[in-house]
């Protein structure tokens, strides 16, 4: 792969190779993806991934994090942030009435809803934990700083958590 660890990035023509890597039911042509997109189900999501971690004789392996613990999931997210590792983070609202709050901020503390999600996937880009006295006056002890479509927002994982589910939880890379 065309990745150079110096600048941490990789190169267009080269990300494109490693999408095609993803399924061979994806069609890339001129940068546009079609085909049948097999990571709408979680389990392909985690099948791709560790396909290429295999093909690319990577030491890696995919997994939902399926323990249920909120605890551990919270662990795992920060050993992969630490490593550098993306974190993909899925939700599903299951039966529930209520979506999850996606929030973006004003840059001073201050969380505004975007929107209730009933069902999406993110990466998650960092954690923001508060002392517990910001957290009275925020309302927010620990926010997941996630891209949604390119676009940066935040998750309160304390919120999050009470869905999680085979459905809602992260894949977790190790």
């Not at 039966?95 to 503390?109: C, L």
Request: one cysteine or more.
């Amino acid at each position: 792969m065309g990745y150079d660890k110096n600048i941490n990035t990789i190169n267009y023509n080269d990300y494109i190779k490693y999408l095609s890597l993803l399924s061979n039911k994806l069609t890339i042509s001129d940068g546009n993806i079609t085909g049948v997109y097999p990571f709408l189900i979680p389990t392909s999501l985690q099948s791709m991934f560790n396909d290429v971690f295999n093909t690319c004789n990577l030491p890696y392996k995919a997994t939902w994090g399926l323990s249920g613990d909120f605890v551990i999931t919270y662990i795992r997210i920060e050993e992969m942030i630490k490593n550098n590792i993306p974190v993909i983070l899925s939700f599903d609202k299951g039966n529930s009435d209520e979506g999850i709050s996606i929030y973006y901020t004003d840059g001073a503390n201050n969380f505004i809803e975007s929107q209730k999600l009933s069902s999406h996937y993110v990466t998650i880009t960092g954690i923001i934990e508060y002392s517990d006295a910001m957290a009275n006056k925020i309302g927010h002890k620990r926010m997941l700083e996630v891209s949604s479509w390119g676009e940066k927002f935040y998750i309160d994982y304390d919120e999050y958590s009470t869905f999680m589910s085979p459905f809602t939880n992260i894949l977790y890379i190790n």
